[in-house]
């Protein structure tokens, strides 16, 4: 067993459920160990001004209880210290003023990153501190093995559901639309999973656009298809959602342009993040998207009632399902009994589980040297869980426009002729 003495914990990007069950069994097990344990509030926020002063020792007392609430009681923040050799080498002097010689990680792709550089930089300068790495997102966007989750997923689906679900009874009983853009940055895992257990109206996923941009009003003429076709049904009400990674499919330009193009008050600004990720968080897309349905749909002369909601950060910080409380426990003592591995001397590494067993796999292997990222696990849209999904949900297909009774009463309904119907949305199933 590799020696260790001193162990930090720190927790970088977004939250997700189940944070503190990873800090708790990573305490626990490294304290059984005769390790002391620290942790480092508020990620890398501190360290990279060489202020060491939030750091404290963590206790089995004070982790006590804390695996089945959400959160993270070491705070988190998107402090990036690989931007500046200056930001990184304080972060090596704090770490080394404490006498710290392995540090567990918990965070997304990005925070994957500043471990690994941590890990590397310490080695260069023959001062090697152990490092891993526990991936954590509700994005579940990270490529972990078969069916295996990232931490924090299930839980934000399960809480997601619950909400949308009870936005569904309301949009029956209103007879309105609501629009729900749920968090997803670059796949479309947790709008699929939320839009498909709770049997959404509609759901779109960036992953079904073969085109690298689309425009806003693609995305209008989908829902506009679903609202046709539920309204033909005589059922003039429904729930899409949408996965803001959309934004991203949309493309930055197209997104300024349909911003500006319209006399509506401003839908928030274009910025980005440390890690130079833009921050989807500050664009009002369901507005946008509401909005630009209301123009389209006078056009047809149809009155819809729209809410836009976003979903995401009220799923975050959920105490975690018994699934995720599980899930954590192993990852946090997988985490502890890496470092304390002969493999620990040789790589750092980002931490899973395959069957049951701990897959330690070193940065190298995870990390693209391009990107510096974690390849993207996107939503197989080949796949029967897709195809499934796809199956109940409201959308033109193409048997609308193969079949001319049917063509002709959803064009009727717009009070169009089937070839002008076919003109105006047969290109959405193409």
Known sequence: MSIIKKLALVVGGGPAPGINGVISAVTIQALHNHIEVFGIQDGYRHLVKG???????????????????????LGTARANPTKDPVHMANVLKVLRERDIDALVSIGGDDTAYTASQIYKTAKDQKKPIKVVHVPKTIDNDLPLGPSQPTFGFETARHVGVQMVRNLEEDARTTSRWYIIVSMGRAAGHLALGIGKAAAATLTIIPEEFSTEHIRINHLCDLIIGSIVKRSWQKAPYGLVVLAEGLMETVGEQNLLEAMTATDSPGYGKIIRDPFGNLRLGEIEFGRLIKDRLLDRLKELELKIDFIDKDLGYELRCADPIPFDVEYTRDLGYGAVKFLRSPQAEEYGAVVSLADGKLDPKPFEKMLDSKTNRMATRIVNVKGEGYECARRYMTRLEPYDFETPPRLKSLADFLKMTPEAFRERFEYLVK
């Not at 060491?52 to 006590?64: A, H, K, M």
């Open 51 to 73: 202020v060491g002063d939030y750091i404290r020792p963590l206790t089995e007392e004070s982790v006590r209880g804390i695996f089945t609430k959400g959160g993270s009681i």
